[in-house]
């Protein structure tokens, strides 16, 4: 059983930012990737951003220069630093982890991200 917890949703400003966390029980060498995903109302769970074992990243394009992804071994923990937030970056975070070998995937709870005045 793999357990992720996610955190640090809220509502935020426009312009604002804030910190997403994802906790998980796997250790990270048992781990092949880690991403954040969001899904809005009515719409698709899109990719935000992942990170590699080997420690690339990839982000979609509407993320790329203001949110970074980053990872604390020791902490088994993935962080999602959003900047500039935008009320389209509204939606509902969820953590996702990719496992080594098999590529089975789980996912968090989601976090709700609010952007608004």
């Known amino acids: 059983q793999v357990q992720l917890v996610e955190s640090g949703g809220g509502l935020v400003q426009p312009g604002g930012s804030l910190r997403l966390s994802c906790a998980t029980s796997?250790?990270?060498?048992?781990?092949?990737?880690m991403g954040w995903y969001r899904q809005a109302p009515g719409k698709q769970r899109v990719l935000v951003a992942e990170?590699?074992?080997?420690?690339?990243?990839n982000y979609a394009d509407s993320a790329k220069g203001r949110f970074t992804i980053s990872r604390d071994n020791a902490k088994n923990t993935v962080y999602l630093q959003m900047n500039s937030l935008k009320p389209q970056d509204t939606a509902v975070y969820y953590c996702?982890?990719?496992?080594?070998?098999?590529?089975?995937?789980?996912w968090g709870q989601g976090t709700q991200v609010t952007v608004s005045s």
């Open positions: 990170i590699f074992s080997g420690g690339s990243t």
């Open positions: 996702k982890l990719t496992a080594r070998g098999n590529f089975i995937a789980y």
């Open positions: 796997r250790s990270m060498n048992t781990i092949y990737a």
